[in-house]
Structure formats: structure tokens, C-alpha cells
């Protein structure tokens, strides 16, 4: 799914006038295709789609759920609710506005979202500029280059991420209490089985096909940040220079709750300012680690001063020109995650 129109997705501005009489089913279908190209948990993916003649509603798949790293499925609903960003992008791109009912009342838990397309709408250039972003987006976990962030850039990112979910961009004295967190949670992880198991799993051959981290997006040595990065516990063939990412900024993305609702809107400011980051040529690597273990999570609401819940540590930086971006991640195929057994004619 590195191809434009293996998604389905419009690539010229021309996209509404052209999908005017498509059925909305038929949109839909493909702003869940769209969706696939979301970034996740160790590639994970692990979220599903129904087609319904009218709207399109958005499940966890708890089967792809990291239940040992990620018991409460904080990473699970924040991976689903950046796909729930990128199914909107994909919707205005093919000329439609949208209204989204976020965790809708019910029994089924797994729901999280009901997508519904209300009017017509040009398309706009900036639309289309996030949908190409889409497409271009990857995580490249080496070292950034020495070459400063603009500070522009990092407003604009801070900005995209919204105001119901915030980036707070820290300090370097912030920075060094990050780096202590995220060492002390890849301590007590590394000594947890399970947790090790799910992560020779994720990152081994076994994965369902399309999902995972394989060898190619792995570095071929330990990187040197400030920040540890995660220890996957293997090397990958992806070549490390003799860089170090002085040069990188860190942001802690945050919110009021700490609860689904929160999570989920975590997921759709991640994707927004990655989406931002990739038109500026910023690199983003997220960081869960430190989120992940109670007591450091603990540690990065300190640096919140206790004023919101953690979700997501963000690494920002240009990326160093001395080796080629790192591939995609396989993407799973369209068919096993968006469910159009209840419409017709909805081929992406």
C-alpha cells in the first residue's frame, strides 16, 4: 500500500468533482482503505472497519491487542484513533465533510467510532497535501541530523496536534528526565517475559502477513540519542551512521483524561501532526516505552507538573541525508480489515 491508488485515494484536487455520483458506500470503502496507512503500535493495525450504505464505524480488533505491554489498550485506541484522523482525511479528499460520533453508546466495547458524510465540499489543496502525506509517511528510528529544527516547524506541529489533545515541546532539563524514564521502563520490560515474547513476535516472521516490524526498518546497530529508543532485541540491516540526535527536539503529547476518549483522541493528534511534520520534511519517531510502565508514566505527568496524562513522547528532527529513508512497513491487505459484505459495488 506505498502506491497512491492501492488505497483507493484521490491524487489530484480534481478528486470531489470526480467522486460526485458515487455511491457513499463506495466513498467510504476507500477512506477505510485510506485508513490503512495509519501508523500503529509495532504495527499492529490493530483495528477493523464495517461498510454500512451510510456511514462507516471503526472496531478495536482486540486480537492484534498487546496484552502484555499494553494491558489497558491505552496503544490500541491511540492506534485506532490516529487510522479514525486518516479515514476523515480520505473522506474530505474525495469531497465530503463528515460527522464523527466518538465512542457511541452501546454494548459492543469495541466500537469506537461512526463515521457519517453529510454534505458536499470542494476539495482543498491542504487536503490533498495530507493526503500525499499519507502516502510518503514512515518512522525512521536513527539518529536526526545536526541541522536545527526550525522553530516554525515546531509550531505548526504543536499546532496541528488541536487543543482537546496537547504538545508540550521540553526542556532540556525535561529532556534528561525523559531519558531517565524511558531507561528505567526498557529495564523493567526487558525483565518481563511476556512483554519480551510479544516483542520477538512483532518483530519475527510469524506476524499475520502485512503487520510487524521487519529486519529492513530495524537499525543494524544501537543508535546513539539522548533519549533510548526502544531495544527491539534484535538488529535490523537498516545502516546507522556515527550520528547523534543532539539536534532533535522531544514533545510530550497529553490530554485531560485517561480514559478511552482520551486515548482515542490522542491517536487522531498524532496523526495530524505527523501528517503536519512529513509536508514540512520533519522526521517523527514516536516513543511509548516511558508510557507504557505505571511508574515512569508517573514520571512524565511530573513533568506535566500533574496538570494531564501522558500518551505519546514524540521525537522531532531532519532527518540525517546520509542514508536513504527506511522502507514502509507492510500493510495488511484491504479485505482482511474493512468488512463491505453489507454494500455493494464498493471496490476501493
Given amino acids: 500500500m506505498d502506491?497512491?491508488?492501492?488505497?483507493?485515494?484521490?491524487?489530484?484536487?480534481?478528486?470531489?468533482?470526480?467522486?460526485?455520483?458515487?455511491?457513499?458506500?463506495?466513498?467510504?470503502?476507500?477512506?477505510?482503505?485510506?485508513?490503512?496507512?495509519?501508523?500503529?503500535?509495532?504495527?499492529?493495525q490493530p483495528w477493523r472497519w464495517r461498510v454500512r450504505p451510510d456511514r462507516l464505524e471503526l472496531y478495536a480488533d482486540r486480537s492484534r491487542q498487546?496484552?502484555?505491554?499494553?494491558?489497558?489498550?491505552?496503544?490500541l485506541v491511540l492506534s485506532c484513533g490516529a487510522a479514525l484522523h486518516h479515514a476523515r482525511i480520505a473522506v474530505a479528499a474525495q469531497g465530503w465533510t463528515a460527522q464523527v460520533d466518538?465512542?457511541?453508546?452501546?454494548?459492543?466495547?469495541?466500537?469506537?467510532?461512526?463515521?457519517?458524510?453529510?454534505?458536499?465540499?470542494?476539495?482543498?489543496?491542504?487536503?490533498?497535501?495530507?493526503v500525499q502525506a499519507m502516502q510518503t509517511r514512515h518512522t525512521d528510528r536513527r539518529p536526526v541530523s545536526d541541522e536545527p529544527l526550525p522553530v516554525a516547524s515546531v509550531t505548526a506541529i504543536t499546532a496541528?496536534?488541536?487543543?482537546?489533545?496537547?504538545?508540550?515541546?521540553?526542556?532540556s532539563d525535561q529532556v534528561l528526565q525523559l531519558a531517565a524514564a524511558a531507561s528505567r521502563a526498557e529495564e523493567l520490560e526487558s525483565e518481563d517475559p511476556q512483554?519480551?515474547?510479544?516483542?520477538?513476535?512483532?518483530?519475527g516472521l510469524a506476524t499475520p502477513a502485512g503487520t510487524g516490524l521487519p529486519e529492513q526498518v530495524l537499525p543494524a546497530?544501537?543508535?546513539?540519542?539522548?533519549?533510548?529508543?526502544?531495544?527491539?532485541?534484535?538488529?535490523?540491516?537498516?545502516p546507522v551512521g556515527p550520528g547523534h540526535d543532539r539536534a532533535a527536539v522531544y514533545a510530550l503529547l497529553f490530554g485531560d483524561e485517561d480514559s478511552p476518549a482520551g486515548w482515542l483522541?490522542?491517536?487522531?493528534?498524532?496523526?495530524?501532526?505527523?501528517?503536519?511534520?512529513?509536508?514540512?520534511?520533519?522526521?517523527?519517531?514516536?516513543?511509548?516505552?516511558?508510557?507504557?510502565v505505571t511508574a515512569t508514566r508517573q514520571t512524565l505527568r511530573g513533568i506535566l507538573a500533574e496538570l494531564g496524562y501522558p500518551y505519546l513522547v514524540l521525537r522531532l528532527g531532519i532527518a540525517s541525508a546520509d542514508h536513504a529513508g527506511p522502507p514502509h512497513t507492510p500493510r495488511m491487505p484491504t479485505a482482511q480489515v474493512v468488512d463491505t459484505s453489507e454494500v455493494h459495488d464498493t471496490a476501493p
Avoid: C, K
Fill in 3 to 44: 502506491e497512491a491508488t492501492s488505497a483507493g485515494i484521490p491524487t489530484t484536487t480534481e478528486a470531489g468533482e470526480a467522486g460526485a455520483d458515487r455511491p457513499i458506500a463506495a466513498v467510504l470503502a476507500q477512506a477505510a482503505a485510506a485508513a490503512g496507512y495509519a501508523p500503529s503500535v509495532h504495527n499492529t
Fill in 66 to 75: 498487546l496484552s502484555a505491554t499494553d494491558p489497558e489498550g491505552r496503544l
Fill in 102 to 130: 466518538r465512542l457511541p453508546a452501546g454494548d459492543d466495547q469495541d466500537l469506537l467510532a461512526v463515521l457519517r458524510p453529510t454534505q458536499r465540499i470542494a476539495v482543498q489543496p491542504d487536503v490533498m497535501r495530507m
Fill in 160 to 171: 496541528a496536534a488541536g487543543t482537546a489533545v496537547r504538545m508540550q515541546i521540553l526542556s
Fill in 195 to 203: 512483554i519480551r515474547g510479544e516483542l520477538d513476535y512483532w518483530t
Fill in 221 to 238: 546497530s544501537q543508535a546513539q540519542t539522548t533519549v533510548p529508543g526502544r531495544d527491539f532485541g534484535r538488529v535490523g540491516t537498516l
Fill in 265 to 292: 483522541a490522542a491517536g487522531e493528534a498524532l496523526s495530524a501532526a505527523w501528517l503536519t511534520a512529513t509536508e514540512l520534511g520533519v522526521s517523527v519517531v514516536p516513543l511509548s516505552g516511558a508510557v507504557e
